[in-house]
């Protein structure tokens, strides 16, 4: 995603996996996000030579961990007969493993009366859309280190 004329870009991809403690430990500036996406068995995202770890921002195991951010925007969108209780519960929404975010997100719509069960093409840009940031970055170290990122960058 480019940032604007002449800035640097930066990458925001689905972790896939728990991040290890190891690579998100301390302060943002020194978390090593290209190193957990090399131990990944596919080694699907290498470092380009002109990036740095600033560059590169994990966005949970899948898009639709930071929908647990805000349950409250969640329920408002799928409306009646939406469940909130069937989400996945969580300390921390980046440990959330994809299969319980998408069978919690499906359990929770599927007797919805004003929107059919929750599908990622018909769905979930929409709802991203809507979400609360304070919440998602009060819950979500990556996220905030993400829109920090963004806010800067283009403000700068």
């Known amino acids: ?19 290890d403690a190891k690579h998100a430990t301390g302060q943002p ?3 090593k996000p290209w190193e957990h996406f090399h131990r990944q068995a596919n080694k699907s995202c290498s470092k380009p030579a002109s990036a740095s770890d600033k560059d590169c921002h994990v966005m949970v195991q899948v898009m639709e961990s930071w929908f647990l951010t805000d349950k409250e925007t969640l329920a408002a969108f799928f409306g009646q007969g939406f469940r909130s209780h069937s989400l996945p519960a969580q300390s921390s929404v980046e440990a959330v493993g994809k299969d319980a975010v998408y069978r919690g997100l499906e359990n929770a719509s599927h007797s919805c009366k004003t929107k059919a069960c929750y599908g990622k093409g018909p769905h979930s840009f929409k709802v991203l859309a809507l979400l609360a940031p304070a919440k998602l970055c009060s819950a979500s170290p990556w996220a905030k280190g993400f829109i920090d990122t963004v806010t800067t960058r283009v403000a700068g």
């Open 29 to 31: 500036d020194a978390w």
């Open 1 to 19: 995603m480019a940032v604007g004329q002449g800035q640097k870009a930066f990458l925001l991809v689905d972790s896939e996996s728990s991040v």
